[in-house]
Nanobody
Framework: QVQLLESGGGLVQAGDSLRLSCAAS????????MGWFRQAPGKERKLVAS????????YYADSVKGRFTISRDIAKNTGYLQMNSLKPEDTAVYYC??????????????WGQGTQVTVSS
């Protein structure tokens, strides 16, 4: 079992930066893939960035490439999403998730409660 708790969301202006954190509990987190998803109002939840259990492989959606960076600290059982050059279209609820294959959005088994990110223009 893995429990996840996100933090770091908030209201920022376009061009600003935010860093989301995902604190995990449970021994299996260290061997699980980690992903950040987001869901905007009226839209489906989508995978934004993910990282494998080693930290050596990552995935980014085209919409965030070059602006977002995913990382994890196994010793701290914590994952991060550094978001730079934020745009209004990045506004969404962001969810941290742990799963089996980092590149397969449908293979995430554990979810956090989400944190709101709002970017004003």
């Amino acid at each position: 079992q893995v429990q996840l708790l996100e933090s770091g969301g908030g209201l920022v202006q376009a061009g600003d930066s935010l860093r989301l954190s995902c604190a995990a509990s449970g021994r299996t987190f260290s061997s699980a893939a980690m992903g950040w998803f987001r869901q905007a109002p009226g839209k489906e939840r989508k995978l934004v960035a993910s990282i494998d259990w080693t930290g050596g492989s990552t995935y980014y959606a085209d919409s965030v490439k070059g602006r977002f960076t995913i990382s994890r600290d196994i010793a701290k059982n914590t994952g991060y999403l550094q978001m730079n050059s934020l745009k209004p279209e990045d506004t969404a609820v962001y969810y941290c998730a742990a799963g089996r294959k980092y590149y397969r959005p449908h293979e995430y088994d554990y979810w956090g409660q989400g944190t709101q990110v709002t970017v004003s223009s």
